[in-house]
């Protein structure tokens, strides 16, 4: 059964350090390690939990130089990249070319409700669009997942909604594209294998 928006409101209430500028993003096909590499990733030392992560975002590793920390696990076939107030994974001159190959499935939002979702495969954008306003999307299938996307909830009326749950709809439309499910326990448990990357820009 897909899950809906509702399905993901936890995040926003147990992790509201991270929830407000955010990149995930999902990759089939490439190990952490090799992610790395075709993002031209340095090693960091480990972190557990995502307060962690966070914290050590705001951390400047190379004064001399634009970059940012990114967190990393594996997720049952999937390795799941996570940018605190980063956007490299929905940066389409990045992500299609490290897409070859891959599947590709990242959603961000930044600090102030501005957000992407990109779907990609072997370098080739399926679609892409800004989960406030979904009935503006583009890419080779923009209306392929217009049915299940009513569905977890995003809102393509003219009224607004009582509740914006946008942004976790984009956590329910990548689980439904990967079958990779999100847990707060994932979040919070999870030891992260981290690197510094170059910095696509900060969000917000």
Known sequence: MTKTGADYAWFEDDFPDIAEA???????????AELMSRLEGRPEAPLQGIAAVVDAAFVQYDPGEDRQLVAMTTVDDWTLLIEPNGYLGVTEEQALPASAGAN???????????????????QVLRLCFDPMFPEDRWGTEPDGLLDVMRRIGFHF????????????????????????????????????TCATVKASGTCG
């Open 22 to 32: 955010y990149c995930f993003t999902l990759v089939r096909g490439l190990s952490p």
């Open 104 to 122: 590709w499935v990242s959603h961000f939002v930044n600090i102030n409700g501005v957000g992407t979702f990109l779907w990609a495969e072997d």
């Open 157 to 192: 009326d003219d009224d607004d909604p009582e509740k914006d749950l946008s942004s976790p709809a984009a956590f329910a439309l990548a689980e439904h594209l990967t079958g990779a499910a999100l847990t707060p326990a994932l979040l919070q448990d999870t030891t992260f």
